[in-house]
């Protein structure tokens, strides 16, 4: 990979990072001459990326980590800075749902476990490295949301727990934008619309992803890779002023 780009010199968070979106934003940001800490929990997926990466000339440390934990996210986030130096960019890509339900059939567990994963980690994960950036007056912090967020989708039931995250997602990102603005942090949102990633593939049938693009206005399904060019941009130094902002990645879906 080459040693210039635009996030050389630059060290990344990207949490999420062994399949999907994550996955797309860290070989991106390598590709882009950035050292990556890999975050996720599980660890053959870490591997594989990992070798990948590392395969193409691209500088990574891989870390096993529950991002739902705050302990093991500062320990994660020490480890990095130990390994590289400094943290410059946060992605906090960690997230997800279990399954779709009406609120009569939600358990305080199931509502948790959702919360956690997608906004809860997002807090820790931004609490661990603004010290490192307001210290330095300068940063990035991109998180993951999601049109759910936004507004249910009219074709399907909602994700009420996930919809819940995803809005205080955006919420929070609002508010830290605005606290560390002073600071020169950027802080903002990129919110994909139904993705062809693994997961989605798996747990959708090919009819039903059909019917899913023909529901936008431009007839398609996003990639992980629109998604990821998306926060490459917010990482780059020609969105220095950008900030506070949720820009959608859905095809028009959301308008």
């Known amino acids: 990979m080459p040693s210039t780009g635009k996030l050389s010199n630059s060290v990344a968070i990207v949490t999420a990072a062994g399949a999907g979106i994550g996955e797309a934003i860290a070989k991106m940001f390598a590709r882009e001459g950035a050292a990556v800490a890999l975050v996720d929990i599980n660890a053959d997926d870490l591997r594989r990326v990992e070798t990948e990466i590392v395969g193409a000339g691209g500088r990574v440390h891989a870390l096993r980590v529950d991002v739902t934990r705050s302990q093991d996210v500062s320990a994660m986030v020490q480890e990095v800075v130990k390994r590289f130096g400094t943290v410059d960019i946060l992605i906090n890509a960690a997230g997800g749902f279990h399954r779709l339900a009406p609120i009569t059939d939600i358990s305080d567990e199931e509502w948790n476990r959702v919360i956690d994963l997608n906004l809860k980690s997002a807090f820790y994960c931004s609490r661990a490295v603004a010290p490192i950036m307001m210290e330095k007056k300068k940063g990035r912090i991109i998180s993951i949301a999601s049109g759910a967020g936004i507004a249910p989708n009219p074709f399907a039931p909602s994700y009420i727990p996930y919809s819940a995250a995803k809005a205080g997602v955006i919420g929070f990102t609002k508010a830290l934008a605005r606290d560390l603005g002073a600071y020169g942090i950027t802080v903002n949102t990129v919110s994909p619309g139904t993705t062809r990633t ?14 899913i693009a023909a529901q936008n206005p431009m007839k398609v399904l996003v990639e992980p890779e629109d998604s990821a060019e998306a926060v490459l941009y917010l990482a780059s130094p020609e969105a220095r002023y950008v900030t506070g902002v949720n820009l959608n990645v859905n095809a028009g879906n959301l308008m």
């Open 198 to 211: 693994p997961r989605v593939v798996k747990v959708r049938d090919a009819a039903s992803l059909e019917r």
